[in-house]
């Protein structure tokens, strides 16, 4: 089976093809730019240096979110475009799960997170390939304390850690673990693989996840900003 894997969601634009499980040819890019403008070049090299044809394309899984409203639509837009003219299935994995992914054979807590702004994260909590705690928008400091009860260590992967990794170390100390910065890039060939687990969607059905903070928080970011207005 041939898979073309795309991940626009945040900073990181990275396209992957693999057959029948093995990875043919991937693209990481790890930079600030349009995705707009750089995902179908970058689609159109894969497929020339896999010497493979779009017809010959089997299935196509996408990054849908958490992550940038702008790259999410971009990627999704783009695998819904293609997979309903090349009549192929599409898949939807979280951009959490992918990052996760990468540490599948820990036995650790994993928690995965990008940067939503003004001290909130997207994030949640995985172990092995099972989700743990659901996937939410929410300030990062009160979610670190939430993880001091969770036992043993927990793994910081994103490509935002710099951002936060001060925090992480202040509130949960030595209960943190920041793997090499290798693993902190969510990788399309990742995503692959992770495709070949999910149930094919309704191309119609698929849809973004924004992921919405909860009420109090947004509750709290009204008031904290109605505050400094007066």
């Given at each position: 089976m041939n898979i073309l894997a795309i991940d626009t969601s945040n900073q990181v634009m990275t396209v992957a093809i693999t057959r029948g499980g093995e990875l043919i040819a991937e693209t990481i890019i790890n930079v600030k730019r349009n995705h707009s403008v750089g995902l179908m070049p970058a689609?159109?090299?894969?497929?020339?240096?896999?010497?493979?044809?779009?017809?010959?394309?089997?299935?196509?899984?996408?990054?849908?979110?958490?992550?940038?409203?702008?790259?999410?639509?971009?990627?999704?837009?783009?695998?819904?475009?293609?997979?309903?003219?090349?009549?192929?299935?599409?898949?939807?994995?979280?951009?959490?799960?992918?990052?996760?992914?990468?540490?599948?054979?820990?036995?650790?807590?994993?928690?995965?997170?990008?940067?939503?702004?003004?001290?909130?994260?997207?994030?949640?909590?995985?172990?092995?390939?099972?989700?743990?705690?659901?996937?939410?928008?929410?300030?990062?400091?009160?979610?670190?304390?939430?993880?001091?009860?969770?036992?043993?260590?927990?793994?910081?992967?994103?490509?935002?850690?710099?951002?936060?990794?001060?925090?992480?170390?202040d509130i949960l100390k030595e209960k943190a673990v920041f793997p090499p910065a290798i693993f902190h890039v969510p990788r399309a060939s990742v995503l692959a693989e992770i495709a070949e687990e999910k149930e094919i969607e309704d191309v119609h059905a698929l849809t973004p996840n924004y992921l919405r903070m909860v009420e109090a928080e947004a509750i709290w970011l009204k008031e904290q900003a109605e505050k400094n207005n007066d």
């Open positions: 689609i159109d090299n894969l497929l020339k240096d896999a010497n493979m044809l779009p017809k010959e394309l089997d299935k196509i899984v996408v990054a849908k979110g958490p992550g940038s409203y702008t790259g999410v639509r971009i990627g999704l837009s783009t695998a819904k475009t293609m997979a309903w003219t090349l009549n192929i299935p599409v898949i939807g994995v979280s951009s959490l799960e992918i990052l996760a992914r990468n540490f599948f054979q820990s036995q650790d807590v994993i928690c995965p997170f990008f940067d939503a702004r003004r001290g909130l994260v997207y994030t949640g909590l995985y172990q092995e390939t099972n989700l743990k705690k659901e996937e939410q928008n929410l300030l990062f400091s009160d979610w670190l304390v939430k993880l001091k009860d969770v036992e043993g260590k927990i793994l910081f992967v994103s490509p935002d850690l710099s951002i936060h990794k001060e925090t992480i170390k």
